[in-house]
């Protein structure tokens, strides 16, 4: 049997290598990550966060263009990401929910205290509904 990363077929012409099911796998991941690559640049260009230049080399008429313009494209990453972080929650709002998520744990177990012992008080009248019962079967049955 062969044991190399290839099967070999016999072909009229002689020997032929051809791929294994590994090799088409291996193969399938590779493409996957190529369009999982693809897909991330196409998201990060729409968000502006990767952006195409018209040239590979700016225009060096001024000594500071490139320099000009990269310091601009900070400003506007910069002035989008305080946009971004000032539309979060702030410490005092999860704060605020954390107090607003201990006080729902606190009604619950109250809930459930009296949960329990309203349960325990209908075993009780559950029980005193069985005996009436057959206290006044028995009395029809004389």
Known sequence: MWAGPFCPHIFPGGLLMMPTPEDWQSFAALLAILGLL???VVA???LG???RSASPHPSRSEPGAD???RLDRHAERLTRLE???AGLASREDIHGLQLAIERQA???SELRTAM???ARAVGTLSAAIT???DHLLGESRR
């Open 106 to 108: 606190g009604a619950v």
């Open 38 to 40: 693809g897909g991330a």
């Open 83 to 85: 946009g971004a972080v």
């Open 49 to 51: 966060l990767l952006r």
């Open 116 to 118: 329990e012992r309203d």
């Open 67 to 69: 320099v000009t313009d």
């Open 131 to 133: 005996r009436i019962e």
């Open 44 to 46: 990060l260009q729409r």
